[in-house]
Antibody, heavy 122, light 108 residues
Framework: EVQLVESGGGSVQPGRSLRLSCAAS????????MFWVRQTPGKGLEWVSG????????GYADSVRGRFTISRDNAKNSLYLQMNSLTAEDTALYYC???????????????WGQGTLVTVSS | EIVLTQSPGTLSLSPGQRATLSCRAS???????LAWYQQKPGQAPRLLIS???SRATGIADRFSGSGSETDFTLTISRLEPEDFAVYHC?????????FGQGTKVEIK
């Protein structure tokens, strides 16, 4: 059974940093691209970042580029999102999502975690 | 950026009725790289349909997807109680990968 378990969310002040983690199990992690998607009541679902199976291809939404860094450790079956210079607009539920394929350019999300909540507020 | 517009925002129907949800793209979605997800309260989205019309593993055949280019439809032939949820469409043909704003199917 595929499982994706996010952690690392919390409440932080604007300008601070957080690091999200996603622990994967139930599939061969290094065969698939992985993504972060966030959700807010106002903006719905928003793709944040993605990484290919071998970390060779990485992409970011314009809204987070230069502030967020995605990475993965295939030996640990884990995905990460380092979030710096957080603003109130980053407040959201952050999902880890598995792609159906290995490449970054095929972001069809066949499994999702339950999400970790990030709240940015002073 | 491909903008996806879903309509209606809310659909009020009774169990057993047919639901028709629309997803319109601002540009052609090549190769029909259009997916539909179902999301229930407090849960993560679940993949229903990929390639505009292919049901994901384990998805009931009352769910069907159709359409091409800029106009796509998700149809639920006969609503079951567990189908009342929010449905999102997503394009995966060009970055940034985008979602529609969602259609809520509620019990009338």
């Amino acid at each position: 059974e595929v499982q994706l378990v996010e952690s690392g969310g919390g409440s932080v002040q604007p300008g601070r940093s957080l690091r999200l983690s996603c622990a994967a199990s139930g599939f061969t992690f290094d065969d698939y691209a992985m993504f972060w998607v966030r959700q807010t009541p106002g903006k719905g679902l928003e793709w944040v970042s993605g990484i290919s199976w071998n970390s060779n291809t990485i992409g970011y939404a314009d809204s987070v580029r230069g502030r967020f860094t995605i990475s993965r450790d295939n030996a640990k079956n884990s995905l990460y999102l380092q979030m710096n210079s957080l603003t109130a607009e980053d407040t959201a539920l952050y999902y880890c999502a598995k792609a159906a394929g290995s490449g970054y350019h095929f972001p069809l999300f066949d499994y999702w975690g339950q999400g970790t909540l990030v709240t940015v507020s002073s | 950026e491909i903008v996806l517009t879903q309509s209606p925002g809310t659909l009020s129907l009774s169990p057993g009725q047919r639901a028709t949800l629309s997803c319109r793209a601002s540009q052609t979605v090549s190769n029909n790289f259009l997916a539909w997800y179902q999301q229930k309260p407090g849960q993560a989205p679940r993949l229903l349909i990929s390639g505009a019309s292919s049901r994901a593993t384990g998805i009931a055949d009352r769910f069907s997807g159709s359409g091409s280019e800029t106009d796509f439809t998700l149809t639920i032939s006969r609503l079951e109680p567990e189908d009342f949820a929010v449905y999102h469409c997503q394009q995966y043909v060009s970055s940034p990968w985008t979602f529609g704003q969602g259609t809520k199917v509620e019990i009338k």
